[in-house]
């Protein structure tokens, strides 16, 4: 049963939408709190990155850009915001002088809210976060995951570091933290180091669809291998912007032509209601690269298709534990 502590956001048609501070969606801002049952949190580091900086301005625009979504879902009709609480947790710590003590203030934070059993929502950030959430939310059983993306990130080391944004989903594995079966790779694309860039992906028992294979098979069969590789135990979304095509999501760091469509991703994420979503990120954002502001838009938009079948989830299991 929900507290009686009001969660809900600005209502657009009665508070205008360029009104007051922006939060995420326009929740309250709020402390950790066990009453929230989904946290909306900013990871503004970009610590982790080999090329183009900026990803570290990723939570405030989106924030801003997240004025746009109203309270219902037009497809399934969930009202996230009537069936859980939820609010904008602020952001993740972070040291703009030291990627390891960003890495361990992000993980400390995810791990708070995994303490108060607060399902988050991150919104990045470069591609690096992952792991330190990873690290709090799988400590003790590991999940399958659902990772969108135009690069596999299993590089054992790039430029001779091992824990940036092209490492996440190997030190994951390496760490315990994945089932190697169920883990689904989504969009891969574009030019490579080398030959064997992402092979340690298929060596482990990944499952890849490269973007080359997503149009051979379609989006319904892929939606359909997606369900058959996550099953139904916990699993986490990890959402690179890149994955998708950049003529829709130019503010990106590292830009792949030839990407998943934002309508896709809509309905690849619609596909997931009614699994154990136990936390996701959107990750890669770098508003410096977009004039238009499309880019935090859609993010906005897929931030509120997570948050709806994350709270569909909860509200689920208090009607059938």
Avoid: W
């Amino acid at each position: 049963m929900l507290e009686t502590r009001d969660f809900q956001p600005a209502d657009p048609a009665v508070t205008p939408r360029f009104a007051d501070i922006a939060t995420f969606l326009r929740t309250k801002r709020h402390d950790v709190d066990p009453v929230i049952d989904v946290g909306l949190v900013g990871v503004p580091f970009d610590l982790g990155l080999n090329y183009r900086t900026g990803a570290r301005q990723g939570p405030a625009a989106v924030r801003e850009a997240s004025r746009l979504i109203r309270r219902v879902h037009p497809t399934s009709g969930i009202r996230p915001f009537e069936i859980c609480n939820v609010a904008d947790l602020g952001d993740a710590s972070i040291n703009p002088m030291s990627k390891d003590k960003s890495v361990e203030n992000i993980q400390a934070f995810f791990e708070a809210l995994r303490g108060a059993e607060i399902v988050p929502i991150a919104i990045g950030g470069d591609h690096t976060i992952p792991l330190p959430i990873l690290r709090a939310l799988a400590a003790d059983r590991p999940l399958g995951i659902l990772h969108i993306d135009a690069h596999a990130d299993t590089l054992d080391e790039l430029c001779g570091d091992r824990i940036n944004h092209a490492t996440f989903l190997r030190r994951a594995r390496e760490e315990g933290l994945l089932e190697s079966e169920r883990v689904i790779q989504i969009g891969m694309r574009g030019s490579r180091f080398s030959s064997d860039d992402i092979q340690y992906g298929y060596d482990v028992g990944y499952t890849i669809i490269t973007m080359d294979e997503y149009e051979e098979l379609g989006r319904a069969a892929v939606i359909q291998k997606i369900k058959d590789v996550l099953g139904e135990g916990p699993i986490y979304i990890s959402l690179d912007i890149d994955g998708l095509d950049p003529a829709y999501m130019p503010g990106t760091g590292v830009p792949e032509i030839g990407g998943i469509l934002p309508r896709d991703m809509q309905v690849i994420l619609r596909s997931l209601q009614g699994r154990d979503v136990v936390g996701a990120d959107i990750s890669e954002i770098s508003p410096c690269f977009d004039p238009t502001g499309i880019t935090c838009v859609t993010v906005a938009n897929l931030m509120f298709e997570m948050l709806c079948i994350i709270a569909d989830s909860i509200d689920r299991r208090r009607v059938t534990p």
